[in-house]
């Protein structure tokens, strides 16, 4: 009575031990066409070019659309405004307030603005 039971289970052991799984086969084949397709995008490294030393104008001179958004910087003498437009061409300005440099960076995909402190 054990014997063809057990039998039985030794067959089904013996296939599913030789039938890899399917996340196991390659899948090299399948994916091929699509590797020779694939393309870079967006600029080249050191395509976006940093703001270095701006100049700047009065408030009075400048003119924007009211919807404009505008990302302010008032640290240790240095009160700017940068419009989102600029930063997203450049998304880095580097600048010089008294003898400290600060870098401020602007991430497009997160529309967030970090400031950071430099050392000469």
Not at 10 to 25: E, R, Y
Not at 47 to 69: K, M, N
Request: hydrophobic residues 40%.
């Amino acid at each position: 009575m054990k014997s063809p039971l057990v039998f039985t289970l030794s067959l089904i052991l013996l296939f599913l031990s030789s039938t890899p799984p399917a996340w196991a086969q390659s899948c090299e084949q399948e994916f091929a066409p699509i590797h020779g397709a694939l393309m870079g995008g967006g600029p080249p490294q050191d395509g976006i070019p940093a703001l270095e030393q701006p100049e700047y104008a009065h408030a009075d001179e400048i003119v924007l659309a009211e919807e404009t958004l505008v990302f302010g910087v008032d640290y240790n003498g240095l009160v700017a405004a940068y419009p989102e437009n600029i930063m997203v061409w450049h998304e880095i300005v580097n600048e010089t307030t008294g003898d400290e440099l600060v870098s401020i960076t602007y991430c497009p995909l997160t529309r967030t603005v970090i400031g950071y402190r430099g050392y000469n």
